[in-house]
């Protein structure tokens, strides 16, 4: 995903928090930040992002961090996953309704996750609209093995 199909530049952040009633903190800047250097590529645990706040010396501990990433959920500016381990997981929400979400694969073993793109699925979104007058707006798929350096240790 290239910075171009985020639906959320800096500035669209900053007026989309102060829309909700929130304020661009300095604790908020750096937890964005975070994802926007990522460049959509990684899927963030609250943990990953506190350990990235630690490496950097940032003093901002994990109930912010929390608290952060559940504000920016409800906002719609990052998206939460479970990956079926217990553990959510964030990255940022495209928006788009031009850039069809993606797809992830899930090693079992070594818990890497891989991101696919295709709209495998749009042929069953139009039969399951027209079989049950359903309206999908969006689908989710995660496909559970393993990754192919995993394999070659098996």
Known sequence: MNMKEHLFGEE??????YAGGYRMTPQRKTILQIFLDSKGTTHFSADDVLDILRKNDSSIGIATVYRNLELLCKLEILTKMEFGDGCNRYELNTGNPKVHHHHHLICLKCKKITEFKG???????????????FKVVNHELKIFGYCKDCQNQM
């Open 119 to 133: 709209d495998f699925l749009e042929h069953l979104e139009t039969e399951i609209a027209k079989k049950s007058g």
């Open 12 to 17: 669209t952040l900053r007026r989309k928090l």
